[in-house]
Nanobody, 122 residues
């Protein structure tokens, strides 16, 4: 019912910047929250940043002050601006959205994107 499509990953040198985008589409009634998680090899998936429908933001401790999350509600798109990247930021970044979807009886559910690789290396 809902698809999340991510873009913007890639290879960047330490100290550089990247901007990730995630667009939601489908039978969307409302979006209650959108965010980003990441998973490095042999590590658990962790929160990077999330923003809810009231604009309240929450960041993982390791990215505070370096990353910024924003949303374009008209486009159902969430962005993650990543600055001052370090090698420890290397991971697959996953978009997540808490969406009320459906055409006859909308229900809230949790959706994930396919992931986009971010590699920070010189």
């Amino acid at each position: 019912q809902v698809q999340l499509v991510e873009s913007g990953g890639g290879l960047v040198q330490p100290g550089g910047s990247l901007r990730l985008s995630c667009a939601a589409s489908g039978s969307i009634f409302s979006i209650n929250a959108m965010g980003w998680y990441r998973q490095a090899p042999e590590s658990q998936r962790e929160l990077v940043a999330v923003i809810n429908s009231r604009g309240i933001r929450n960041y993982g401790d390791s990215v505070k002050g370096r990353f910024a999350i924003s949303v374009d509600n008209a486009k159902n798109t969430v962005y993650l601006q990543m600055n001052a990247l370090i090698p420890e930021d290397t991971a697959v970044y996953y978009c997540n959205a808490l969406v009320v979807a459906g055409t006859t009886r909308p229900v809230e559910d949790d959706y994930w994107g396919q992931g986009t690789q971010v590699t920070v290396s010189s």
